[in-house]
């Protein structure tokens, strides 16, 4: 299941498990209830587009009602009170499911701004002691909802940080989400305005949600040229006398249609997005997507690369191999000013001490503080242009 999807169902879970049913049936709803979000969970792969779908499945409606008709059986009489006199429950009585809520997460700070509305709540049952007038002004602050929407916006907010800023694709749908969410009364103005959302994501440009795609599938074509299984492989061959008929070929086949396939992506590049591929190198976001690189801090803050040459190398091959059309033969003749050696990923050693680097920097964000509260990650995105050095 995806990490991010997982983090956002184990709230739900958590949210009814600190409810503490009362009876043995509805710790079985709530048992099967589990059971249906993991199933669903495990049915959906972008956590971009799981609210829409968490809401268009009916699950949020079925997680509200089996949230109220657990609170409601707590407040309920016993069996065995007199039957005559129904009790009225006082304010504090009323609260009592709610401060157990609020005792099961009092101690994680990543769910501040749920815990804020739960004491403005007990804040104004210490000023009442009529149900009626109690819940008026609940109402009139509308706490009950706030408490599922201050919570949900917390959480979103806080792990925005551990995000690239500049992986739109990454960030768009989180940012509008919270907007969603901050906008939103009710649990129907909720719905409404996830449709919304997921109306305008269909119809968003790629240019701003797509553009590491087109430019990830360039930086391959150029890397298959270029490397080992293309120019690289055959200029090592022809070094050490090495030029096996078969092999020889095969990098030259390679060289052939990876050229193509440069020159036809960065047509559709140019076309869909209105990028140069100057424009792209300038990008501080995109030009890390032509390198195959790894990420190494939190919702892909940062990345780390062996090599640093690599995208002078790339550029070196687009401006004097790809787009001059030369033939195979002048490319092999062509002394290059730069060398693609042996280019590999960071190693596990070499990624361990990126990540130590990245996050000493990143250590002041709130998703890094609270990232073990958040109980999940995803690994995409480059890193605000922050090149990781590791120390030799």
Known sequence: MDPTIQMMLQGYIDGLNSLNPSSDALKREIEDFKKELMAFGESQNDAMTFFPKFQESGLMGKYMDLSTKITLAAQAPKEDAPKEKKHIPTPAEWLEPFKTAYDYI??????????????????????????????????????????????????????????????????????????AWMASICEADAYYLQDLLAADIMKTPPRILQPEHYVICLGA?????????????????????????????????????????????????????????????????????????????????AYAQSSTNILDILADTWHNEIVPDITLVEAFRREASLNFGRWRLPSDDEAERAKAIARDKYAHLPYFKYEDQLQGTIHVGTGEGFDIKLPR
């Open 106 to 179: 009092k101690d994680l700070p990543v769910r501040e701004r749920g815990l804020a509305v739960y004491r403005k709540l007990f804040e104004i049952g210490e000023k009442h002691t009529d149900i009626t007038e109690f819940l008026i002004e609940v109402e009139k602050e509308n706490l009950l909802w706030k408490i599922c929407s201050e919570d949900t916006l917390g959480i979103l907010s806080i792990s925005l940080t551990g995000m690239d800023p500049l992986y739109k694709g990454l960030t768009y749908s989180v940012r509008k989400n919270i907007e």
């Open 221 to 301: 074509h150029l890397m298959v040229y270029r490397g080992p299984k293309g120019k690289e492989g055959i200029m090592e061959m022809i070094a050490t006398g090495d030029c096996a008929k078969q092999a020889f070929m095969t990098n030259a086949s390679n060289m052939v249609i990876a050229k193509l396939q440069a020159r036809r992506t960065m047509d559709i590049i140019h076309k869909a997005l209105g990028l140069t591929f100057d424009d792209i190198i300038a990008d501080e976001f995109l030009r890390h997507k032509l390198i195959a690189t790894s990420n190494v801090c939190g919702l892909s803050r």
